[in-house]
């Protein structure tokens, strides 16, 4: 059952924190206070029976596999998005490029990542609760200490695996995904929004 209504937008943010945002594969939203937003990948899990009702040339089930992957993916990505705007009151994404990721092995993994979708909800909803939604710089982020600067991380497609390092410079042992958060969130703290600086 659909119920359409009318919500006023919030006058106030609704949530007190500053939260960066590292995209991912694994795990899709890594914020940067340590909350991990992580589901299974949903191409991976249904692509069997996908195979196999394609195959049997079952197109009224093929679409009903679709579209069940599709409204899934939806649902999760909604409630996942809600959490994090409802206790921010700035949010800033890292601006990996998905387009570049589709055309690599990773592909499928990037389509069912989903990013454009989160990216566009988290804007909205953003705005809904009175916080603020910007885009911060991701490079070198994952490989940058996020407490002395030092870019001493592991790096190049062969680390990938590598959850987490300890900096040669000052010791500090991160998780890969939370640090690279914390350093967008940095990046994105000075991004210009209509004429103010977010401080």
């Known amino acids: 059952v659909n119920l359409q209504c009318e919500v006023p937008d919030a006058e106030e943010p609704l949530g007190h924190l500053d939260i960066g945002i590292d995209l991912g594969l694994t795990h899709q939203m890594t914020c940067s206070d340590g909350v991990v937003y992580s589901r299974v990948n949903l191409t991976r899990q249904y692509e069997e029976a996908l195979a196999m009702a ?28 809600t959490a994090i705007a409802q206790r921010a009151k700035l949010i800033v994404i890292g601006d ?21 979708i989160a990216r566009s909800q988290l804007h909205y909803k953003a705005k809904r609760f009175a916080g603020v939604c910007v885009e911060g710089n991701e490079m070198f982020s994952s490989v940058t200490c996020s407490d002395c600067g030092t870019r001493s991380g ?6 990938l695996g590598v959850r987490e390092w300890c900096c040669s410079a000052c010791g500090v042992l991160h998780h890969r995904d939370v640090n690279a958060a914390q350093n967008i969130l940095r990046t994105g703290r000075g991004t210009p929004i209509k004429g103010i600086t977010v401080l």
């Open 54 to 81: 394609q195959r049997a040339n079952k197109k009224t089930y093929t679409k009903t596999i679709q579209a069940k992957i599709a409204n899934t993916r939806m649902d999760w990505t909604h409630k996942a998005t």
């Open 96 to 116: 990996v490029s998905s387009m570049k990721l589709i055309k690599t092995r990773f592909a499928k993994s990037t389509y069912d990542a989903a990013w454009g």
């Open 154 to 159: 592991p790096s190049g497609l062969g680390a």
